[in-house]
């Protein structure tokens, strides 16, 4: 039963919310130990942190794993002060920390906001049917995307999304799982453009997904109202941007008819992991559509650049071709699905005010994407790999529910997704200097009927890839991607992506079930990088520059940059100067060097 049947904050329980907030502190103390911002000490149970004035003392119980993972046990958390232990209260525990946190007078609210967000959103998934790892391991595609209940497993603040109301959480946060119909706008061509790659044509494209019925439909209600359907653009909106930002934000537009709002189309879709992204239900083949909305989640604001969508088709089939002529990425089977059609709308007047990276300027964009469901073979399934680090109410973990109805050992279902997973990272790095952002909700795995991982689809391309060569010869089109970072960093896009980022949480998630111990996960890790160089030797010289083996690698935080800017956390002009180092981890597949 949805939580909201009865009531709409019906899961804020004073249980659910104890619990939450218990949650909320083991992760803000396993985190926040990770990157240094606070220090636990030895304690006679286990261990104790002190707020800022020393007064006040949480002490629990932890297991610390590779790269300094801390594995808090939540049910140890206890706070103390003057002789009294007192409840557990997350946004008590941002203020008690706040000086080692280094929130400023202006981001501390803005944080303890989305904290409570945050808190509120897994008091919500706690209220949900129970549904254990083992059940969810063996559920469809948005079955799993839709159950999940953790979110970016770094960042502590990572469910914000500011400004939803509870009624439209209840309607647009993916863990609702409601069906969402989108807006549609008519977007005037003198201010809006439609690009596409190879082979895709506007008229077509849209036909195809919104139907003759509709696209007829709403060129009547374009030609009610004396205007010519052959001078707009259709746009597909996110319904909290269009009620919430444009109606308002966009009146002047819509007053003077260059957008016109046309109603909500036929297509049933769900939101993704990523909220302003859509996956269509009523035709699971038909092409995702990722929308631009002005909520605040994880650091940015959840914009979409008109700007930027021009080029995006172009840099997709740029990738796309890259990875069609390479015989070892074929070899893997590795592919991305193509944001194939984008369109954008410029509104000349916040332009005029503002500069190219202001938020007012990513309101109003939407791209097409398309959907892996056409390319499953018999008895395959897909999952979203943030799935992977998924634990249940009792704490039994989706992938070690994968690994135990796969058949396999441990180690061989670890080496066939690694196979499928870290070897094109590695490839596209030393043989192009080109780097994703790999995160679990950008990789889509592919699994054969008894969960063994078979291959590995990347997404979110043209926002999140990146070419490091500054020789590299590239399409002007494709030229934004080019970056310049400097050596030293660059393979930091696997260490703090891949391994910092996902596999840290993977190994100990599945040490801790007793599924597969830590020698063996990074031994198995290990083995996937010596496989791939040895398959390519003549890239020995690139192999020693960027060392794979090297003793430790800089620690690169997250929450540290949240917590510096969480309205925009990175500098979009120079994001790799950004980055917060603090100090170094011991590379934990250094000691199996050959």
Known sequence: MNPAAHHPVAHLTPARWADANRQLIRKALAEFAHERLLAPEPAPDGWRVLSDDGATEYRFRARRYALDHWQVEADSITRHRDGAELPLDALRFVIEMRGALGLSDEILPVYLEEISSTLSGTAYKSAKPRITAAELARADFQAIETGMTEGHPCFVANNGRLGFGIDEYH??????????????????????AFTAGAGVEYETFLRAELGDECVDGFARTLADQGLNPDDYLLMPVHPWQWWNKLSVTFAAEIAQQRLVYLGTGDDTYLAQQSIRTFFNTSDPSKHYVKTAMSVLNMGFMRGLSAAYMEATPAINDWLAQLIDGDDVLRSARFSIIRECAAVGYRHLEYEAATDR???YRKMLAALWRESPVPTLGEGQRATTMAALLHTDHEGASFAGALIAGSGLAP??????YLDAYLLPVLHTFYAYDLVFMPHGENVILVLDESGAVDRAVFKDIAEEIAVMDPHAVLPPAVERIRVDVPDETKLLSVFTDVFDCFLRFLGATLAAEDVLDEDAFWGTVAACVRGYQESVPQFADRFAQYDMFAGEFALSCLNRLQLRNNQQMVDLADPSAALQFVGTLENPIARFAA
Request: aromatic share 12%; no cysteine; charged share 25%.
């Open 171 to 192: 309607a647009y946060a993916p863990e609702a799982a409601s069906g969402i119909h989108l807006v549609w706008l008519a977007a005037h061509r003198d201010r809006a």
């Open 357 to 359: 990276y202001s938020p």
């Open 411 to 416: 180690a061989e279902w670890l080496r066939r």
